[in-house]
């Protein structure tokens, strides 16, 4: 027999209604008693078919109940079942994407910058340089041929038993004519690519994405005779001339593009500065949410002068591209096991001429006097061994205009601007 008790009136409301809830709870107990008593006893008039021990009804897990949920049934009166075994992992699940979604956006950012990308992109290097059978060549690669829509009409080997690795495979060569030179523009694409943003340089902060800006200090570090004078910015003392301005392109590389980067213009590198640090994704939708990210990320820059005063072209590692070669750089190592947290290797190219010669490789023999490595318009640079970033800032006079859209796609030898 149920047992009804007395609610007091006044100040007792909240005491009446849980032991309205607990009545409630112990009718449908009750009820349910009855029911699998009944059930039984059909199951032994049958013959004994199917018998279940009382005790498993008894004895059933059931998951608590998520703060919300129970919320929700207090308000409601009513009494939630528990789900079936089989929506429970589900249930979880959603529970937990709607958790992080709702988690603040430093504690995701510091939760995926916590993960072991360097790691992860040393074993994605090795495993690039295993040798694969010739029967289970064609199969892998034309399945990343489809996934990323790779043109392998425009590669100079087509032939996809030819590349041994996948590492051979991303860093394919490309047939000499289908990246002509624009010669109407004195800056031209180093990648192909996406562009992710461009434009002037202002307040010494460079846009990655709109609207999500890294320091320009950070990014290059500090230049030889850099003045304490704190009434000059970062950005003017780059300049070599007040009446010129400073410009950036950002091209984003995707997985399945071709992965050389080139010389965007007739220039001469002076110093190489590698920068260790993290390898996240530099994917457009993680740069709009992981602020500085080319500055966290492990880079190579390139600095020195063009015609107009300033040029600096800095790959970007990420993800699954830590290895960054430069064609005529044979002593940078990227992507090593320990390094500084904040630290950057400087190498000079002024005045070592022979040392940089010899070390061309698959760019060819460069140009190198005292002044440093003279680079031709479209020669090639360097690779990565996956899709990446290129930052590229310059010096140029104010009338320079780009002719580029936000998101446009382009190739290598396209042009970026013109005066």
């Avoid at 956006?105 to 990308?117: D, E, G």
């Avoid at 340089?201 to 709109?210: A, L, P």
């Avoid at 007040?242 to 984003?252: A, I, K, S």
């Avoid at 140009?367 to 061994?385: H, Y």
Wanted: net charge positive; charged share 25%; with cysteine.
């Amino acid at each position: 027999m149920v047992r009804f008790f007395s609610q007091r009136r006044g100040g007792g409301g909240g005491g009446g209604r849980r032991q309205e809830r607990d009545l409630l709870r112990q009718v449908r107990r009750r009820q349910q008693r009855a029911t699998d008593g009944e059930r039984e006893g059909e199951r032994d008039r049958g013959g004994g078919r199917g018998v279940r021990p009382r005790t498993a009804a008894r004895f059933r897990l059931q998951v608590p109940r998520l703060a919300l949920r129970r919320r929700l049934n207090a308000l409601s009166g009513g009494v939630c079942r528990p789900a079936p075994w089989r929506r429970r992992p589900i249930a979880f699940l959603c529970y937990a994407l709607s958790v992080s979604a709702l988690r603040p956006l430093a504690n995701r950012v510091a939760l995926y910058r916590s993960f072991p990308t360097r790691l992860l992109s040393r074993a994605w290097g090795r495993l690039n340089g295993v040798e694969l059978p010739t029967w289970l060549r064609k199969p892998i690669y034309s399945l990343y041929i489809w996934t990323f829509g790779v043109n392998m009409q425009e590669a100079a080997v087509e032939d996809l038993h030819h590349y041994r690795n996948l590492g051979e495979f991303f860093r394919r060569r490309l047939k000499p004519a289908v990246r002509p030179l624009c010669s109407s523009s004195c800056l031209i694409s180093p990648a192909d690519g996406k562009i992710l943003h461009f434009g002037q340089v202002k307040n010494s902060e460079v846009e990655q994405v709109k609207g999500v800006t890294y320091s320009l200090e950070n990014f290059l570090g500090p230049q030889q005779g850099q003045s304490n004078d704190s009434s000059s910015s970062f950005r003017d003392h780059l300049l070599s001339s007040p009446d010129n301005e400073l410009f950036h392109v950002v091209v984003y590389l995707a997985p399945g593009d071709y992965h050389c980067f080139h010389s965007p213009a007739d220039w001469r590198v002076e110093l190489r500065r590698h920068f260790p640090g993290s390898l996240m994704s530099v994917n457009p939708g993680v740069a709009r949410w992981v602020k500085e990210l080319f500055v966290l990320n492990e880079r190579v820059a390139l600095t020195g002068q063009w015609q107009h005063g300033f040029f600096s072209l800095t790959a970007v590692g990420a993800t699954n591209v830590g290895s960054i070669r430069v064609y005529f750089d044979q002593e940078l190592q990227t992507n090593a096991p320990r390094y500084n947290k904040g630290s950057f290797h400087d190498r000079s190219y002024v005045a070592i001429g022979d040392q940089v010669s010899k070390a061309g490789g698959e760019g060819g023999v460069v140009s190198v006097d005292a002044g440093g490595v003279a680079l031709e318009k479209g020669e090639a640079v360097g690779e990565f061994n996956l899709g990446s970033t290129i930052v590229l800032l310059f010096e140029a006079p104010k009338d320079f205009s780009f002719s580029l859209q936000p998101g446009q796609r382009i190739r290598v030898g396209e042009g970026l601007g013109s005066l």
